[in-house]
């Protein structure tokens, strides 16, 4: 189930978040998607429980293991106090007790920062408006990973940028010093270098205030609501109970965020490239019956923020993310598995010192949008300083306009981020 930080059980949305209209007041359904992204072990995690006060990572595997694994989502709001102006995420000021007004309300994901979990992370900047860029002031800027989730950035053509210095309680002010000097070298000539750099301490709350206030600032995108829905689904759920019967239980629930277009109540929508059936993948159909965002239930949902959608769907469908990759709407393009593609290659693949290169037979790890498939180059040849590939896919795709392709390599048995292509078969 998608679970908000704000969640109010449907029948219990209290007075204060609706309007004179009785419409649920816009202040708080999120505007904005906010990707946290860093190095494995930054504090990505706990800032954002620090946020919204939600532990993203709900996956078994994830609390055995300590890291994340799985895209985390939560939405919170913010608010601002009617005395002291000053901005926090609570009703009542935690400055001077006065009451405070909301101001607007955001979606996080907090990516995952192991390098084997590259091609989540690069799901979850499709769907991005903004980043916090997590650095940690008790290690060398820049890690690893670092420097992989900055490409990612700049490959998503995400230019609103914060840097968030963590776990400043674990330094002295001659570390943090230090550490921010290597931030701004490590930024310098790339998409965030005039990213402001907030330092923090997620545990004991420190400077959030100030970080939140340097979020009020991100500008929401212009929206297209008048074309046709398109919808990325990332997350897909089964929310029935083991035992239910049959009589209580309910269709699967989609999660995603609305790239263009509204969802109605009752609407009839497509998924694509659906599932596997006889040796083919076949689109499904259903129904929307609920829409849920921030845990308000709506008759219509709209671009920004992540949102759920109740469908008709056969649950079994959607259980464990089946359907994560496809996409939703009305009138959608046709599957594709095979891809023709311009590539641009990195000078090395991120994590190592190797050069990287495509050639004729290689598989290859392909992320577009939220899809993820697996493909093998059937042709390959360079011209100039970028790489023409026909590739074959193992999972089939649907094809976006300006579909841009991050593409990952199998190094020294790990996936590595080795470049980008732009796709020509439209």
Request: hydrophobic fraction near 40%.
């Amino acid at each position: 189930m998608i679970v908000f930080a704000n969640e109010i059980k449907p029948g219990e949305e209290a007075a204060d978040v609706k309007d004179s209209s009785g419409e649920v007041d816009k202040r708080f359904i999120p505007e904005i998607n906010i990707a946290l992204v860093g190095h494995v072990d930054h504090g990505k995690t706990t800032l954002t429980e620090a946020l919204t006060g939600k532990w993203t990572d709900t996956h078994s595997e994830e609390q055995k293991r300590g890291i994340t694994i799985r895209l985390g989502y939560a939405d919170t709001t913010f608010y601002k106090c009617t005395k002291c102006g000053a901005f926090g995420t609570t009703k009542k000021c935690q400055k001077c007790f006065a009451d405070c007004e909301p101001q607007r309300t955001v979606s996080f994901i907090d990516a995952p920062g192991h390098e084997t979990l590259m091609a989540t992370v690069l799901s979850g900047a499709a769907m991005t408006d903004a980043a916090l860029l997590i650095i940690a002031a008790n290690e060398k800027c820049p890690q690893p990973q670092t420097r992989e989730h900055l490409l990612v950035l700049e490959v998503a053509n995400i230019k609103n940028i914060i840097i968030v210095q963590t776990k400043i309680d674990l330094v002295s002010k001659e570390e943090a010093e230090k550490n921010y000097k290597e931030i701004k070298n490590f930024v310098k000539d790339t998409v965030a270098e005039n990213a402001p750099i907030i330092p923090i301490s997620a545990q004991h709350r420190t400077n959030i205030d100030i970080l939140i206030q340097e979020l009020m600032k991100i500008p929401t995108p212009q929206r297209d609501m008048e074309s046709e829905l398109l919808i990325y689904i990332a997350r897909s759920f089964d929310i029935n109970k083991p035992g239910a019967k049959p009589n209580d239980l309910v269709g699967g629930v989609l999660g995603g965020t609305i790239i263009r277009g509204v969802i109605k109540k009752d609407d009839e929508i497509e998924i694509k490239p659906g599932v596997y059936v006889d040796g083919t993948y076949q689109a499904l159909k259903t129904k929307v019956i609920g829409i849920q965002q921030a845990g308000y239930s709506l008759d219509v949902g709209t671009p920004g923020g992540l949102l759920g959608i109740m469908t008709t769907l056969d649950p079994s469908l959607c259980r464990a993310d089946t359907l994560s990759g496809n996409i939703a709407g009305v009138n959608l393009p046709g599957i594709e598995d095979e891809l023709k593609l311009d590539v641009h290659l990195f000078e090395s693949a991120i994590g190592t010192k190797e050069k990287p290169t495509i050639n004729t037979g290689d598989a290859l790890m392909l992320t577009i949008a939220v899809a993820k498939t697996v493909a093998v180059v059937t042709s390959a040849h360079q011209e100039g300083e970028k790489y023409v590939i026909e590739t074959k896919l193992k999972l089939p795709v649907c094809l976006i306009e300006s579909s841009k392709v991050a593409i990952s390599k199998q190094i020294s048995g790990r996936w590595h981020l080795i470049g980008w292509g732009l796709i020509q078969n439209q």
